[in-house]
């Protein structure tokens, strides 16, 4: 079984179907799949870290982000993630004066900070970020590539419903749901294997 990249995917995909009317209708399993694979999987391979200067209330997410891992200031002081109703309480306490930025929310699309910021801060921010689209055929990824399989099985999964085989999506979404959890530990034990984990203390 070749998978190297996303025109060896579609006709993968096109051979367990043993189906040969589907040029059309696999990409778009595909996508769905993508769409699954960004909300089930967190794996450390997927961790980016961003640089950027601070000096508005609001700033725009990354076009690619998923979830936030850690985020501080270039000095070390990390920002701590707040409530809405909680930034909100802080804003009407201080009457939102500015400051140097210590906690952070999510709002609206955009990382709220407060205190607003006084002057111009270095921002690091480490993040979960959404594997890029396959789009032409050679293109690949380091998941396809690792474990073809996530994209294989989370791909049948979607074609089943199309193809009126609704029986089969137990199968699929089985293997599918094992891949992407094996994943997600193997992760976990790499990110935290070889060391004492460190506590704060508050």
């Known amino acids: ?86 930034i909100s309480r802080r804003n009407l306490l201080t009457n939102s004066l500015a400051g140097k930025p210590k906690v952070y929310t999510l709002n609206s699309g955009q990382i709220e900070f407060v205190p607003i910021p006084d002057e111009t801060y270095n921002v690091i921010m480490i993040y979960y970020a959404r594997i890029p689209a396959l789009v032409d055929n050679d293109d690949t990824s380091w998941l396809l590539t690792l474990n073809p399989d996530v994209y294989l099985y989370g791909s049948l999964i979607h074609s089943a ?32 294997s070889g060391g004492t984990l460190v506590m704060r203390n508050k």
């Open 1 to 86: 079984m070749a998978l190297s990249n996303y025109g060896e995917l579609k006709t993968e995909i096109a051979n367990f179907l043993n189906r040969d009317d589907l040029t059309s209708s696999i990409p778009s399993f595909i996508a769905m799949a993508e769409a699954s694979i960004g909300r089930d999987l967190r794996h450390w391979r997927q961790q980016r870290r961003v640089t950027a200067p601070l000096d508005e209330q609001f700033e725009d997410l990354p076009t690619d982000w998923l979830e936030m891992v850690h985020i501080y200031l270039n000095d070390g002081t990390e920002l701590e993630y707040a409530s809405l109703a909680e």
């Open 161 to 192: 419903p199309f193809l009126q085989e609704d029986q089969r999506i137990a199968t699929w979404a089985q293997l599918y749901s094992a891949a992407i959890s094996n994943l997600n530990a193997v992760s976990d034990r790499a990110e935290y």
